[in-house]
């Protein structure tokens, strides 16, 4: 890894085509590095590790999409299995200055985990210059500029069942472009377990300065049904 970032680009390219050409015939590389896309291009396998632990292995292209993708537009991060966040989806992902936002999707609970809360954020979508980037959850200077706690603990989720869930937000009277984060927080130790985001461009022309987002959510969530009722009957808290 740290000789490719090092390297010129055709250094760079001629290293990843000898890689290729290596594992044609049946080497085995072991490539370390924090760069997905480069781990897409050149791997077939990826071995995930957070913190000194392996959290998933297997056909690189699965390993990457259950870490949370290479693209700019959205992806889900699962560190444990306790709460499996499915992604998050937006019909639209561009809002009017002044509007709403809707959204839903699906959650499975694994394990009872009563002391998980969910929360959704906003986080300012940019790299160097003003230009769009990827979401860096491990970057302690992202930006946060809406923070609002969905299902505090204790919560629906000590229910072990497949959650689906739909939300509003009002009022967005500012723009740019940004990631809006579900988050599974297991408030034991204050750790992110799972997230899945979706970025968002909010539009419209602004006449005055909006230094401050009051912004309201909605939520619903709809229970498995309880052992031994029909499928069709569940219940929405």
Known sequence: D????VGDEEFR??????????????TTVMLV??????????CGRAIHIVEGHLVDDGVVSEVITRAGGTGET????????AVRLEPLV????????????????????AEPSPHVRLEINYHVRGGPFGHPGTLDLEDEQVRTVFRRVVE????????????DYSGTIDGHYFRGQFYVVLTAIDERDGLAIARTWTAITVGGRVTEEQPWLDLTAAWEVD?????????????TG
Do not use: C, K, N
């Not at 740290?2 to 970032?5: C, D, G, N, S």
């Not at 590095?33 to 050149?42: F, G, N, R, T």
């Not at 937006?90 to 609970?109: I, K, Q, T």
């Not at 052992?227 to 009957?233: D, H, K, Q, R, T």
């Open 74 to 81: 959205g992806g889900v991060q699962q560190l444990t299995g």
């Open 33 to 42: 590095s924090h760069d997905w896309a480069l781990i897409e291009q050149v």
């Open 13 to 26: 390219r001629r290293a990843i085509d000898r890689v290729a050409q290596l594992r044609q015939t049946g």
């Open 2 to 5: 740290e000789v490719l970032a």
């Open 152 to 163: 505090p603990a204790p919560s629906q989720l000590a229910e072990p069942g497949r959650y």
């Open 90 to 109: 937006m019909p639209h992902r561009h809002v009017e200055f002044g509007g709403s936002l809707s959204f839903h999707g699906s959650l499975v609970v």
């Open 223 to 235: 229970e498995p049904p309880a052992p031994g009722a029909p499928e069709s009957m569940r219940r």
